[in-house]
């Protein structure tokens, strides 16, 4: 699996997704070309899916909310008449690395969570019409769905057969929206997910697994009719016509991507790479109107947009650089007046939507397994949205005072009342809020410097910043810190950031990421699942897994 | 490592600890014998611990609570001259299985909850005075600690250098407590788990990672001092004398293992162990005085220490055994009157300290990594105390109506006031409350039932059980459910109950247990750490882990 894996595509690109737009009523058909894997190996049989079906689905997601804001319910359903989805391929998991098991499912939580999160966030309510067997990753992509409709017949279910069938864990979210949003009896969740066959009809609703049980015959026209109904009553504003996002301007090359805000530039012999975003040449947008004409082109978009998919290439593409350097240069003002701009409008849709994206880019920032650094540098530009950033990393370096032969100007940054809860983390804090859980004080007095270009000494007074460098040590520094981080266990890395990153309270969101994940990442080492007797190998032979029976 | 590991010790067989008791305060001394390890193959150096070593500390922090009431504060110290405690012996992880390291490290964290929350439940403090190099699980034993003094010379330092080190994670609570007890902000949290030689003097306070810095001259007498301050401001009640935890009865056969009151029928062919608990023969203590009389010899008492070693014993002793069983036979009424006597007397120290050990016990029942069911039999004593085994299992199953040639006594199930909050799981919910997370009215409709014997019927109607089978479907529902059982891979069934168990908010406690201990035990799976160039093989070779640069 080493070819480029591309997380850009639009609807003339789509293998298998179909969308219907009928007003405030969007369909997503899920029809799996079964021959259109992303790889060799295997086919997509059942309505089964690889990373290529979930980044086609994940652009559903983007577009429907940019470029579909009039749609208020989405009914997801398959386009196949006796499977709704049998959820990952198993022959793609049985020969994927174990790296890419593990980007391949974050990808795909982080998809759910965004159609799951689409109602609160946007207005757009996702409503899972199953019909047909639904299992494993088929019943998650149903769990992240915030209404979950079930037809009655013989052949519809259910199901979460991981366990028995393959050893390993619904892990896309399964386990924890079973017990923490449908909020399954633990006991009756225990035989649930010990079932292969799954669950039917009224037994699935009484359970809870479920919303709602409908007739066969009756099932399209109730469908129809629910959709209709949560699109009638959804506080989502009506809006006529929303924004194209038009394609990312971008070349890929042996020294890393190159976009016209963000630039990656990668060193594979110290294995890190530098990512630095561009402040905007241009003036905030001095109406919603404007804003809605530069579209695709307006800054904080724009930046979203390429650091996110900066994001993805490197998280799945270049597993070796085990070391993010995030630089920023530009004028902060300009930044903070572009996101001041969205966050003075921010009921107006696409204000909105810019900002719940920076929300989600930033919370791929947070759960990416890669150590993370920021540089602030003379002219550099971190000012509200971008200082997040700084918030988000596992350290930050500050320039203290002049440097000799830099004349850009000094190193600051700026807060923006958005630093104070506008892009939440998973665990519900904001990055300051985490960053000073134990001194909730050092919160407000940061707040009370908000619009202030905070010089080395000051942001080192509060706690902004690991450590401020002058000339004579920021080069030896940050080189043996890069070094240091270099030569240490990725693995350990890896654990060592999924435990500081996310101090205190958790959510259904942290458990997944955190509790499930971690979990499902062992199994996924242990020969009874990936072993050549294991059971992912030898599913479809008809030969059952042979496990080790010690319990560990 | 096949010898039987036994958790029974005392005093008189200890070899690494020491206590001296001196009034309200006593100091526990770490003393490790390089030469009495567990296992062959590796000294204990340094005050480095294996599983005996905890063995033996778990002992102390129990009799301190049983046998030592007196005692307000404990101060826990070395007692070597240049080292605190070097942690977990490496030897002994590298050439432990991974089942035992595992387990290892689920027992050490269980002790450092119990001193931990010895200050909370029975008004004993402790403190660390850390003199020396205080590197890894070392440190890890003082984050449990409730107050870290560290003297300020050149040889004592905290560290947590499992990372840059060994390529694994602290994990018997290192990171977790760091982040959300001592609650150091993230990037020093990074900075400090990334140093090998630690953090000193000022550092270490300022940072949060100590609460007092004293100068080495003064060390002493500012312990003693802080000891006695903590004594004479403690909450806790004066208490002459305690009890005597006298040696269990026990048998060890190929069968099983024998108690008093608890059987343990182990199956191997079946891989499961039926774990039989008996009602108390007699009549509840009168008194206070007559439960102290009768001591170790209590039915409450007697009952959860058997168990408790029953657990340890299976856990670590039986790893082939998936499936826990738990059946009790007696009378109910007297099981309820036995546990009423001791939470209408919850202000008496040996009350409170019985009902605390319950607590602990029915914890570790929790993060035991087997399946648990429970029988309801005719003739069983499902009242109180015992009734939470219901709650804690995987599934129960109960008989409903007579059973041809059974002239037991009908099947029931009686809750006590304790089943609404007295024995907390680790995510601070009860039991009741964590299994009906999506109903709460279901928690009110059963309190409302306090103390009524509910036949099948309505303990189903009520959700008290999973299943409720007549004489006719017993037998096979209970075959096929533990045949189904013994065939799944354990390695999914433990990550499964780990997520299934806890629904809802996480503590501490529960994030240790969940977050930290499933990215540790993924680690303990990788090459990087335990593979043959991995860190814990090379360590102390001279040559550094080589690893496998990728990241997951």
Redesign the interface.
Known sequence: MSKVIDFQTDPSGYHHWKVDYDGPVATVYMDVDEDAGLFEGYKLKLNSYDLGVDIELADVVQRMRFEHPEVKTVVMQSGKDLVFCAGANIRMLGGAA??HK??FCKFTNETRNTFEAAEADSGQKWIAAVKGACAGGGYELALACNYIMLTDDSTTSVALP???L????PGTGG??R???K??????????F??IEEGIKGKRAKDW?LVDEVVPNSKFADTVAERAREFASSSPKADVEKGIALTPLNRTIDDKGVHYDLVEVEIDRAG?KATITLSGPETDAPASTDELVALGAEGYMLKLARELDDAILHMRLNE????LWVFRTQGDPEKVAAHEAMLLDSDDFWLSNEILQYWKRVLKRVDVT??SLAALVEHGSCYAGVLAELLFA????YMMEDEFEGDNRPIATITLSQSNFGRYPMGNDLSRLE??????PESVTKAQAHTGEALEAGEADDL?LV?MVLDDIDWDDEIRIFME???????????????????????TMET?IF???T??????F??P??VGETG?LQRYGTGV??E??????
């Open positions: 174990h790296s593990v980007n991981e366990v028995p393959l050893a390993v864990l386990l924890t079973v017990t923490d449908r909020k399954v009896r633990r006991d009756r969740a225990d035989i997910c010990s809870r294995r597993m070796d650089i085990g397994s890669r990393v596992d350290r930050s985490t960053r000073f859980y134990g001194e706690g690991t240091e981080r270099a030569s240490f266990s990725p693995d350990a890395m890896t654990g060592m950031e999924a435990n500081l990153r996310f101090a205190g309270p958790e458990r955190g509790r499930l971690a979990w499902q990442n062992w199994i080492n242990r009874n699942a059971a059952r897994g496990y080790n029976m010690e319990r560990v």
